[in-house]
């Protein structure tokens, strides 16, 4: 029977802090974060064959690009993420094989701000530690992929994802310089995280963003000591704080008044992170009874998520059903990075 080197891992909804794990903020004043995972994952499968070929397959793309053993693997295009990680695989753990295919499947778009292309990254390198029986921990997974998407690939953005993936759970993080990552497990009453899945909405937008370009123009003003802009993420990392002490507490008819103070200071910190037909959602879901919201990930598009306190949430999904979008069910999830040895029959 062939074996089957399988992984998943959660994507992850910001909840608190979102950019202030993005160098330069972290590495000069100490970035903050919280987040949790939720029950919408990226899979990974790896079979070995005797084709002399390599696959990559990402099922969501409906795309697929094949190499013969051997041949030069450039990290480009729409599989990049793939290539990325089994060339560095290739180069700090080198393995034999007579041919492999790398499939994989995200529940969420690239762009989506939940995550989903770290998550992806920590789930690949999962399912080569299943298959290789590499000695990674979770902090070392994580920052694994940090390093392969961050510097290999050079691709723009923070470290939470990957620690929030890889970790699960409710966790609040905190970054700083020399790549210094503290991962803080929340204890959190199961009664909050119910009322918490039953009073938020997770709404995709259906447009997904460029983050770079907003990530890029946010790194651009730290290290131009634009002042409006670095004060904004000195009060995003206080929101992390307030969020943190709400879900301890269980204070959560503050939850809802804490992302809205989040979002009027995010709108701060880089131009094109909010825009005409977000404020229109966001309007819309606050006249419909919810108490606040956010805009999931780097802004511009993709999911945002508002707090509706009693019933609301019904009245905020059915206002929301006038947009182009859906309102996405989730769960909170406990775990994070999986994998196992399936087989292939």
Request: proline letters at 3%; charged letters at 25%; one cysteine or more.
């Amino acid at each position: 029977m062939n074996k089957i080197y399988r992984s998943r891992a959660p994507l992850r909804l910001g909840l608190a802090g979102g950019g202030t794990d993005v160098s330069p903020y972290s590495d000069i004043y100490g970035g903050a974060i919280l987040n949790a995972t939720i029950s919408l994952f990226a899979y990974v499968d790896i079979e070995k064959n005797d084709k002399k070929t390599i696959i990559f397959e990402a099922k969501d793309f409906e795309t697929i690009e094949k190499y013969e053993v051997g041949e030069t693997i450039k990290p480009d295009g729409q599989l990049n993420l793939l290539k990325g990680v089994y060339l560095r695989i290739m180069k700090d753990y080198p393995f034999e094989h007579n041919g492999l295919r790398i499939t994989s499947y995200v529940q969420a778009p690239p762009g989506s701000g939940l995550g989903s292309s770290s998550t992806l990254v920590v789930a690949l390198i999962g399912a080569f530690v299943e298959m290789l029986k590499l000695p990674m921990g979770e902090y070392d997974i994580a920052h694994y992929a940090y390093e392969i998407e961050r510097i290999d690939l050079k691709l723009a953005g923070g470290k939470q994802d990957q620690y929030a993936a890889t970790f699960g759970g409710f966790n609040y993080m905190e970054f700083y310089k020399d790549d210094k990552t503290i991962v803080n497990p929340l204890r959190i009453k199961p009664e909050y995280i119910y009322e918490l899945e039953k009073n938020i909405v997770l709404f995709y937008t259906s447009k997904s963003r460029e983050s770079a370009r907003i990530i890029d123009e946010q790194v651009a003003n730290v290290k131009s000591q634009k002042k409006s802009s670095i004060e904004a993420m000195h009060h995003i990392k206080e929101q992390s704080v307030m969020m943190k002490e709400a879900l301890l507490k269980g204070e959560l008819s503050k939850i809802g008044q804490i992302f809205d103070f989040g979002h009027l200071h995010k709108k701060n910190m880089a131009a094109n992170i909010s825009n005409s037909f977000l404020d229109d959602i966001y309007d819309s879901a606050i006249r419909a009874g919810a108490s606040g919201g956010k805009i999931s990930g780097a802004g511009g598009g993709g999911f945002m998520a508002f707090y509706c306190p009693g019933t609301t949430r019904y009245d905020v999904i059915i206002a929301l059903s006038r947009f182009d979008g859906k309102s996405i069910p989730f769960l909170f999830t406990e775990r994070g990075l999986t994998h196992w040895t399936g087989q292939k029959s």
